[in-house]
């Protein structure tokens, strides 16, 4: 059974470059037809997708981010990362990692989530 | 922005049926693409609770059940429980903006 695990910084300036890291374990992020990404969800409010990278590379983002956003896949580590540019105070929020998997087309496992403040 | 609207609250007393729904456009449920629901309980990650409108994951009790019509989905909670208080969301794919969720739901249990 597929595990996510996000790492990263809790803390990000406002201006700079948010890097967040999704470990992934009982499985090989490049052997399986899933689609990797990342969601958010802002203190209070509800759920954001960010964009999904398929396990041959491909990318795909929201419109509203697909300028800051981008995600990439480490086969060496079975890791795949999450970089949002020039955020804000709106950038504030659990990040999740996920898979959408082929057999139902859902976001079907999350990892457990990380926040991220975007502060002076 | 949510482009799928959900009511912001729906309550009811153990052992009733509350529904909720889930209201999209001609891009997105109208076009044909299934929905999803989710469950978040407080303080965690949501979990997949309906796919392709009314599949239930392997654990799900048959007391949650989906369906879709048109460009509208809907949730069904039968025999509500207390540990059935949490979020629920629904998702779909758009044409346009891709993945999509509904605003969320918070369902009270009397």
């Known amino acids: 059974q597929l595990q996510l695990q996000e790492s990263g910084p809790g803390l990000v300036k406002p201006s700079e470059t948010l890097s967040l890291t999704c470990t992934v374990s009982g499985g090989s992020i490049s052997s399986s037809s899933y689609y990797w990404g990342w969601i958010r969800q802002p203190p209070g409010k509800g759920l954001e997708w960010i964009g999904s990278?398929?396990?041959?590379?491909?990318?795909y983002y929201n419109p509203s981010l697909k300028s800051r956003v981008t995600i990439s896949v480490d086969t060496s580590k079975n890791q795949f990362s999450l970089k949002l540019s020039s955020v804000t105070a709106a950038d504030t929020a659990v990040y999740y990692c996920d898979v959408v998997s082929p057999e139902n087309g859902a976001f079907d496992i999350w990892g457990q989530g990380t926040m991220v403040t975007v502060s002076s | 922005q949510s482009v799928l609207t959900q009511p912001p609250s729906v309550s009811g007393a153990p052992g009733q049926r509350v529904t909720i729904s889930c209201t999209g456009s001609s891009s997105n449920i109208g076009a044909g693409y299934d929905v999803h629901w989710y469950q978040q309980l407080p303080g965690t990650a949501p979990k997949l609770l309906i796919y392709?409108?009314?599949n239930r994951p392997s654990g799900v009790p048959d007391r949650f059940s989906g369906s879709k019509s048109g460009t509208s989905a809907s949730l069904a909670i039968t025999g509500l429980q207390a540990e059935d208080e949490a979020d629920y969301y629904c998702?779909?794919?758009?044409?346009?903006?891709?993945?999509?969720f509904g605003t969320g739901t918070k369902v009270t249990v009397l």
């Open positions: 392709g409108n009314s």
């Open positions: 998702q779909s794919y758009d044409s346009s903006l891709g993945y999509v």
């Open positions: 990278i398929y396990y041959s590379g491909s990318t």
